[in-house]
Nanobody, 124 residues
Framework: QLQASGGGLVQAGGSLRLSCASS????????MAWFRQAPGKEREFVAA????????YYTDSVKGRFTISRDNTKNTVFLQMNSLKPEDTAVYYC???????????????????WGQGTEVTVSS
């Protein structure tokens, strides 16, 4: 199970830090990621940490503003979000999977495990 937290209401330019704790067993093969879904839109990829290593991937719109990190000892992934914009408003979901391949990293359908979502609202 994945448990996401840390969402809230913030003004544009502000910061939030999301956390996602996994109650599953730790594995170096698990990729953990963040997706988001704005009202009326499809769920989109935000960032991912590939197989508990140092390789990270971001969607272009958050590069330089968001940072994904991971504490493998606690099976937890974080998303530090800085310089938030109103267009970042969405429900943020964490996801995990042990078997996905790199080429499918950005596809929501590739992930078997999902957290419940945490809402982020950025006011202008």
């Amino acid at each position: 199970q994945l448990q996401a937290s840390g969402g809230g209401l913030v003004q544009a330019g502000g910061s939030l830090r999301l956390s996602c704790a996994s109650s599953g067993r730790a594995s170096s093969r698990i990729t953990m990621a963040w997706f988001r879904q704005a009202p009326g839109k499809e769920r989109e990829f935000v960032a991912a940490n590939w197989r508990s290593g140092s390789n990270t991937y971001y969607t272009d719109s958050v590069k330089g503003r968001f940072t994904i990190s991971r504490d493998n000892t606690k099976n937890t992934v974080f998303l530090q979000m800085n310089s938030l914009k109103p267009e970042d408003t969405a429900v943020y979901y964490c996801a995990a999977d042990e078997r996905l391949i790199l080429s499918s990293l950005r596809q929501a359908a590739s992930y078997d495990y999902w957290g419940q979502g945490t809402e982020v609202t950025v006011s202008s």
